[in-house]
Structure formats: C-alpha cells, structure tokens
C-alpha cells in the first residue's frame, strides 16, 4: 500500500490517531463531496503508507493477466432467485426519502454478482490504465465516471469471451438498481444485511461498532487503505456491499443525465450506508469515493 486515507481530524480509537489532510465535508447528498469533473480529470497524492485493518488476512495479488481476468469469474458469486438462500421475491426500499418506493421484485433469471468491487488490477489489466488515487493491486477502484464503468464491462465482456472464460452469450455488466439491492439485503429486511443498527450501547457521534466488522465508513477509515474483502460479507458472501465505495447502478431512467449510486463509502456517516440509501449524480462526476462492482448474466436480446 502506499497511501494513508483520511477522512476526519482524528480516528477514536487511540491506535489509529493521526491529523487530517483531507476534512470530511458534510454530505447532505453526496454531491458536497464529489469531484465533479470530466472523465479525463484524474487526482494524484503521494502520502506515506499507514495499514490498518481490523480482520482477515488479505487475498494475494494475482500474476498475471489472464489469472486476473480468471480470478474475477471465479469470485462472482451465482444468485439463483427461488432457490436455497434466494427469495423468488424480496421487499426493495423503504419510507426514508432516499430510498426506492417500497415494493416487491422479483427477479426473472439467474445471474452472477461479483463478490468485490472491481479492483485497480483488474482495470488496469482491461483498459491499461489506474486513475485511483489510492493505489493497491487489491484495493478498490475509484475516480471514474458512469461512462468509463460502462466502457470497462463491454471491454471486459469481449477479453472474457475470447478467452472462453464466459460464454459468448453471457455478458459484463453494471447491476440494475433492483439486483443490487436484492443482493445487498441478502435475504434480510432490515436496515443492514446484519441488522437494524449499526451502533452499540455508548457509540456517539461517528463511531458505528457493530458496523465496523462490515464496512468501511467515516467512523473506521482514517489510516486504513484496504484491500477490498477484509471485513465480513453479507450473508450471500458479498463484500463491502456497505460502504468503502459508493456503487454505480444502472436505473430505468437510462437515458437520464443523472446516474444513480449505492452502498455508502468510507468518508460518509453509517447512516448513509443502509441498504435503501440511493443517490442521484450527475453522469460525468467522479470520486475517491465511487466505484462500483460488475454482473455476469445472458445477453438481453
């Protein structure tokens, strides 16, 4: 690793205190926070390694290639609504304003969910490029906008085709709204996949510890600059589906200016890290604080 991420003035557990470089600005919505420019805008940093992570030990960094266009397939975790863990139908949003209006989906097909954000090894092995700020082969991949994820999933799909690693029917993909939700609840109605809390008798302020072992948010993020699968998954074995980067989503209103985004990230508030929180953004905004995560699933003639 070799950056320190910083989001608030001091981190509250004494062993991870240090100054900020970077104050966290309030997020009514998320566009106070966003870098909003176009796609070929980029922020580099060079700042001094400080890892901290509070779990499992880190996968290894693929080789080559072709394992780590390998390795992205065999991650993807296959969801099969109707059968075992998988509801036929599952209740989507909520009353709260920045949710989906509640309702029920049922999803019409089987698909695969990759269990991680996509990673900068994995971009940088389709498209030749990283424009993440904060560097790591395993670390998630940010400062992209809505079209440069949509560019990456059609160029992933040929490289994968080619290689025989999907069928030729099968494509690579951003999530709809509703798969990604259904997928982030895992089967659960609550607020969290784990819960209706994120907080445990005397947090206060930004300290969410029964969030901590899910998710990276602005109460745990300052001096950790992980890896994406450190923390626990969700029940159906997806990672930081809570937090670390917010997620580029496709919507019905494909053709808007606006894209929608999901999950929360690490410098905001638990209470914008729900399963229903979605948020509206202009297509060209990018962040270090947005990235997003890939389907695999038949091509819709």
Same mark, same amino acid.
């Given at each position: 690793?070799?950056?320190?991420?910083?989001?608030?003035?001091?981190?509250?557990?004494?062993?991870?205190?240090?100054?900020?470089?970077?104050?966290? &600005?309030?997020?009514?919505? %998320?566009? %106070?926070?966003?870098?909003?420019?176009?796609?070929?805008a980029q922020t580099s940093t060079d700042a001094v390694v400080a890892q901290e992570t509070q779990a499992a030990?880190?996968?290894?960094?693929?080789?080559?290639?072709?394992?780590?266009?390998?390795?992205?397939?065999?991650?993807?975790?296959?969801?099969?609504?109707?059968?075992?863990?998988?509801?036929?139908?599952?209740?989507?949003?909520?009353?709260?304003?920045? *949710?989906?209006?509640?309702?029920?989906?049922?999803?019409? #097909?089987p698909f695969r969910m990759s269990q991680f954000e996509v990673t900068q090894e994995l971009y940088k092995t389709?498209?030749?490029?990283?424009? $993440? &700020?904060?560097?790591?082969?395993?670390?998630?991949?940010?400062?992209?906008?809505?079209? =440069?994820?949509?560019?990456?999933?059609?160029?992933?799909?040929? #490289?994968? &085709? !080619? #290689?025989?690693?999907?069928?030729?029917? +099968?494509?690579?993909?951003?999530?709809t709204e509703y798969e990604w939700e259904y997928c982030c609840r895992a089967g659960t109605n609550t607020k969290?996949?784990?819960?209706?809390?994120?907080?445990?008798?005397? =947090? *206060?302020?930004?300290?969410? $510890?029964?969030?901590?072992?899910?998710?990276?948010?602005?109460?745990?993020?300052?001096?950790? =600059?992980?890896?994406?699968?450190?923390?626990?998954?969700?029940?159906?074995? %997806?990672?930081?589906?809570?937090?670390?980067?917010?997620?580029?989503? !496709? $919507?019905?209103?494909?053709?808007?200016?606006? #894209?929608?985004?999901?999950?929360?990230?690490?410098? +905001?508030?638990?209470?914008?890290?729900? *399963?229903?929180?979605?948020?509206?953004?202009?297509?060209?905004?990018?962040? =270090?604080?947005?990235?997003?995560?890939?389907?695999?699933?038949?091509?819709?003639?």
């Amino acid at each position: 690793m070799t950056h320190q991420r910083s989001n608030v003035t001091t981190v509250g557990t004494p062993s991870a205190q240090f100054k900020s470089q970077h104050i966290r &600005r309030p997020l009514t919505t %998320l566009t %106070l926070a966003l870098l909003i420019a176009g796609c070929q805008a980029q922020t580099s940093t060079d700042a001094v390694v400080a890892q901290e992570t509070q779990a499992a030990k880190p996968a290894a960094t693929s080789k080559s290639g072709d394992d780590i266009l390998k390795r992205f397939v065999e991650e993807c975790v296959l969801i099969e609504p109707g059968k075992g863990e998988f509801p036929a139908e599952q209740t989507l949003g909520s009353a709260e304003k920045r *949710s989906l209006p509640v309702s029920q989906w049922k999803p019409e #097909k089987p698909f695969r969910m990759s269990q991680f954000e996509v990673t900068q090894e994995l971009y940088k092995t389709v498209t030749g490029a990283d424009p $993440s &700020r904060w560097k790591g082969p395993r670390n998630s991949l940010e400062m992209v906008c809505y079209d =440069d994820a949509v560019q990456f999933c059609k160029s992933l799909t040929s #490289k994968l &085709r !080619t #290689k025989g690693l999907i069928e030729q029917t +099968d494509v690579v993909r951003l999530p709809t709204e509703y798969e990604w939700e259904y997928c982030c609840r895992a089967g659960t109605n609550t607020k969290y996949s784990f819960g209706d809390s994120a907080v445990a008798d005397g =947090d *206060s302020g930004n300290i969410a $510890s029964v969030l901590n072992a899910y998710a990276w948010h602005t109460g745990n993020a300052a001096g950790n =600059d992980p890896e994406v699968g450190v923390l626990k998954p969700n029940p159906w074995k %997806l990672y930081d589906m809570h937090g670390y980067l917010w997620e580029y989503v !496709t $919507s019905d209103e494909a053709d808007s200016p606006e #894209k929608i985004i999901r999950g929360g990230s690490w410098r +905001d508030h638990h209470s914008l890290l729900t *399963s229903t929180v979605r948020i509206s953004i202009p297509s060209h905004a990018m962040s =270090d604080a947005i990235g997003f995560r890939c389907v695999i699933a038949p091509q819709i003639e």
